[in-house]
């Protein structure tokens, strides 16, 4: 499949792991919602960084310290940029999604949650944006509340408006879902909660290495996203917010970094960002994330989106055709997530057998467990494709499911 | 190590996918006094085991299960195995079948050669976890 602008080959070249064998099988890395590959140009710059520009930053006066500050604020900048923020000082480094996360859940139930009031999540959270609320709700004496999921996959907007009352102090909710792909429909949700003046925590994680957003346009109150999923490195991910938000909250860790001065009578916080980025920060995230956000533009990503979308529908139709399988999540806006059952047969002996071709899924719960509970499942088989995957694979994944239905008798 | 058909063949062998299709001792146990439960996070297999026990000692089971076809079979052979003399020599029983499964031990010895099916679970060390959850869930009193 040759697009304008978008050349599968020379694409894949980009990605150098891409090109390894597995046991005499070519690799056919289709577990891009857990984590993606990585371009040359990502494992060039971390190279580069420990190799030539390594220092600490924000407390030098040499050489190396001043300009590695500088490129790690010019991510800062980038990160912004990429995401539709206006102001780059609400960018806040953290060590991924789960993270950033944390740092919400724990700043309102510091500062803003109080015994009656209510937390809105939906039913098809991942664990990072469940757990951290439970534990809030449990602190502050909250209420969690949860948006129920259609039988396609899809949310109940239905259910919503009820759901958003003058007890709720916050509405988190994931974009696009890891386990079943569904695209949320984000704006209309966010001006539901703003309608109540509720603010929203969105769960990009599975959306930015798919299309571009803009949150100013989204108009969310908080974004969250890790840096592995975007094709950068692990230990590094964003949590955004409107400075309004990030102000109220308080500092979430402390230390050296986020202090303005420091004295046995008290102590003074830096304004934004530095606030919530005590201590030294993982730096070599931060280059490494910011040459995946530069590979990322030199992408013509309306392109790549589409061939995404291709990818999906072959495999959704090839799939289909294997006797007793069915797909979980079939929500009319979806991302190129295929989650899969075999009637009959465990999605671990689906995964065990794929990889004995080089084909790499994900079998188990997604860290979606009570989704999964919901719909009677324990564990899905679940591929998921980055730009990056050819066509080709597809097929060798549908061939391979084929065989092992067979195998199975 | 080379991760072919041979080689899935060696895993799921005919004892495995036999068990896998037709566990034995499955279901619930009518006159069952307690139940076990075995559960692993990680893939969310679940294995309940209904025990008859009469003063104190073991003398049946039977067991149910939500999980893959390793695990099915494994709980399958262990109450298969462990059924043939009432639970008499379960412990004799448990410590092979761990041991084929931890590598200490190289075959299952003339008297229960199915459980040798087992052993070739262990060049798939993300499944060993799958194969143990039954045994690690049914230990000897
Ligand atoms: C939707 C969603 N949210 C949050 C996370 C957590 O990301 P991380 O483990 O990188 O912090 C993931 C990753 O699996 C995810 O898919």
Known sequence: ?409 | MKKDTESLRQLYQATILDHNKNPRHFGVLPEYTETIEGYNPLCGDKVTFYLKRVEGKLEAATFECAACAICKASASMLLELAMRDNFCSYKELHATGLGLLDGSQSDAGKAITELDALGGIRSFPSRIACARLAWDTLKPD
Not at chain 1, 111 to 116: H, M, N, T, V, Y
Not at chain 1, 122 to 151: C, D, F, R
Not at chain 1, 260 to 265: A, K, P, S
Not at chain 1, 364 to 390: D, I, V
């Open chain 1, 1 to 409: 499949m040759v697009y304008k602008n978008f050349d599968i080959e020379a694409v894949r070249a980009d990605f150098p792991i891409l090109g390894r064998e597995l046991g005499g099988h070519p690799l056919t890395y289709l577990d891009n919602a857990a984590t993606a590959q990585k371009p040359q140009s990502v494992i060039e710059a971390l190279r580069r960084y420990y190799a030539h520009e390594n220092a600490n930053i924000h407390r030098g006066v040499h050489y190396l310290s001043e300009h590695l500050t500088e490129a790690y604020e010019e991510t800062r900048s980038m990160v912004a940029n990429f995401i539709g923020a206006k102001d780059a000082a609400e960018v806040i480094f953290t060590r991924g999604a789960t993270e950033s996360i944390n740092l919400i859940a724990q700043g309102f139930t510091e500062s803003i949650l109080k015994q009656g009031d209510e937390i809105l999540i939906t039913h098809m959270e991942h664990h990072a944006n469940i757990v951290p609320w439970q534990i809030a709700a449990e602190k502050s004496g909250a209420k969690l509340k949860v948006v129920p999921v259609l039988a396609d996959g899809s949310l109940d907007m239905e259910a919503v408006p009820a759901l958003l009352n003058e007890r709720t102090r916050i509405f988190a909710f994931v974009h696009t879902s890891n386990t079943l792909g569904t695209i949320n429909p984000a704006v209309e949700l966010i001006e539901m909660a703003h309608a109540r003046n509720i603010p929203v925590l969105l769960d990009g994680s599975q959306v930015v290495p798919h299309a571009q957003v803009d949150v100013s346009e989204l108009d969310c109150d908080f974004f969250v996203f890790s840096g592995h999923k975007l094709f950068g490195p692990t230990g590094i991910g964003v949590l955004w917010g409107k400075r309004e938000w990030l102000e109220r909250l308080p500092p979430y860790q402390s230390g050296g970094d986020m202090i303005e001065r420091v004295d046995f009578e008290g102590t003074t916080f830096k304004g934004l960002p530095g606030k919530f980025e005590a201590g030294t920060p993982h730096i070599a995230g931060v280059i490494g994330l910011g040459a995946a956000i530069k590979y990322l533009k030199g992408l013509d990503r309306t392109a790549a989106l589409a061939h995404e979308q291709k990818l999906l529908e072959v495999a959704t139709k090839g799939l289909l055709e294997v006797p007793g399988l069915s797909i979980f999540g079939t929500a009319p806006e979806k991302a190129s997530v295929l989650s899969f059952v075999i009637e009959g047969l465990h999605p671990h002996d689906i995964g065990t057998f794929l990889n004995a071709d080089g084909i790499a899924i994900r079998a188990g719960h997604h860290c979606t467990q009570p989704l999964l509970k919901e719909f009677g499942f324990a564990a899905t088989a679940r591929a998921s494709f980055a730009f990056y995957n050819s066509l080709e694979e597809v097929e060798r994944l549908v061939a391979a499911v084929h065989k092992l239905r067979k195998f199975f008798g």
